[in-house]
Every structure is written in C-alpha cells, then in structure tokens.
C-alpha cells in the first residue's frame, strides 16, 4: 500500500512569510506526527494528532500549527518565518494513538532566507 | 535536557568491522525503538525492544533492552557500506508522543 507523503517535498521561502505543510498518512491510519529535523537539534517533536484532535504538542513557539481533517490528512502551518526555521519538516502515521511506532514519509525541506 | 542520550555521535569504520551504538536515558521506558535514516528519507523502523533485558536480532544487528529499561544498545556485526546512515534510538514517556535521540551516524567504507 502507498506509504506517507508529504508535499511539497522542498520549499524556499524568506523571512517574515507563512509556509503550509501537507501530509497524506497511510491509508487507515489515523495518527498524525510531525517532527522538525535539524543538524544541530536531530528530530523535535511538534505535534500528534489522532482523529482530528491534537492529543500532543512539543516545546515550540504559537508560530507553529497544525490541523487533521477527517480523512486524516494533516496539515502544518509556520507563520512568520524565522531563518532558524529552515529545516526537514517529517510527517508520521500510525495506525494508533501513542502506539509510537511510526511510518514516515521522505520530509518537507523548507530553506528561509 | 536531551532525555534519550545517543553515543557516539559519529561513527566511521572500515567494512568488515564490528560496532555498537548506545542509546541511554535516566528514564525508564515502556519500550524503545530503533531507526534507520538514509539521506534524503524518512526514519524507516528496525525494530522494537519491549522487556527488559530482551535481545532481537535482525540478519546482522542485534538490539538488546537493558535490564532496568533506561538503555539499549544496537550492535553490527561485519558491517557493510549498505550500512551506512543515521541510526536514531526513540521512546515514549508515559502519554506523550515519542522522542528521539540525536542519533549516530555511521559510515562505512569498503
């Protein structure tokens, strides 16, 4: 079956604009995570959603959103981009809630100048 | 504070080496997990220990749980360049969503 995917698969954006991150799960799963992927910092958790609702939220500033709908897609938004913002942004599924294991998809690269 | 510490940080051998990369943590976890990352994709899961002191192995790597559940460790027999990568050790503290170590990058070169 198709795996996670996430688009769009590089961005540049510069600072001070607003960027939206989308990630299809595997289908039947219902558990959404997204993870920012920097050199320096390795994977920092943002969030998890399960069936349309955030269940967890990791340590970042209100610049960083996100949603699922009801088909489980999931999207992030990050408003007011910073250039410490520029990273690989990782979306997960799993088939349940805090089951922690995690079907990834290859990232979102998103460069802020 | 980096709850799941990974040791070491980089790791470059020649094939036919053997290895092993630590993963530990002053927390005791339910279970531990660990992942592959290749360049240019997502963590791909290897394998979940789940009792304490438990050993799975898989081909050549072998993963064992420490006894108390605050560590693991991952060791690779003769290794190979198809190896090479990013291996991440990643847990979930009592309902929250799972953490990452900072992983351990290996490379292997033949």
């Known amino acids: 079956k198709a795996g996670v995917t996430q688009t769009p698969r590089y961005l540049i954006k510069t600072r001070g604009q607003q960027v939206t991150l989308s990630c299809s799960p595997i289908?039947?799963?219902?558990?959404v995570s997204w993870y920012q992927q920097t050199p320096g910092q390795g994977l920092q958790f943002l969030f998890e959603?399960?069936?349309?609702?955030?269940?967890n939220k990791g340590n970042f500033p209100g610049r960083f959103s996100g949603r699922q709908f009801s088909n489980s897609r999931s999207e992030m938004n990050v408003s007011t981009l910073e250039l410490g913002d520029s990273a690989l942004y990782l979306c997960?599924?799993?088939?349940?809630?805090?089951?922690?294991?995690?079907?990834f998809g290859e990232g979102s690269r998103l460069t802020v100048l | 504070t980096q709850l799941l510490k990974q040791s070491p940080q980089f790791l470059s051998i020649q094939e036919g080496e053997n290895l092993t990369v630590y993963c530990n943590s002053s927390?005791?976890?339910?279970?531990l997990q660990w992942y592959r990352q290749e360049p240019g994709e997502g963590p791909v899961l290897l394998v979940t220990?789940?009792?304490?002191?438990e050993v799975k192995k898989l081909k050549r790597l072998t993963f064992q749980f420490g006894d108390a559940r605050k560590d693991s460790s991952l060791h690779i027999t003769a290794a190979q360049p198809g190896d090479t990568g990013l291996y991440l050790c990643?847990?979930?503290?009592?309902?929250?969503?799972?953490?990452f170590g900072k992983g351990t990058t290996l490379s292997v070169s033949s």
């Open positions: 997960a599924s799993s088939a349940l809630e805090n089951t922690g294991e995690l079907f």
């Open positions: 289908s039947g799963h219902r558990s």
């Open positions: 959603y399960f069936s349309e609702t955030q269940r």
């Open positions: 927390s005791v976890f339910s279970s």
């Open positions: 220990v789940v009792t304490g002191g």
């Open positions: 990643a847990g979930a503290p009592a309902g929250t969503a799972l953490i």
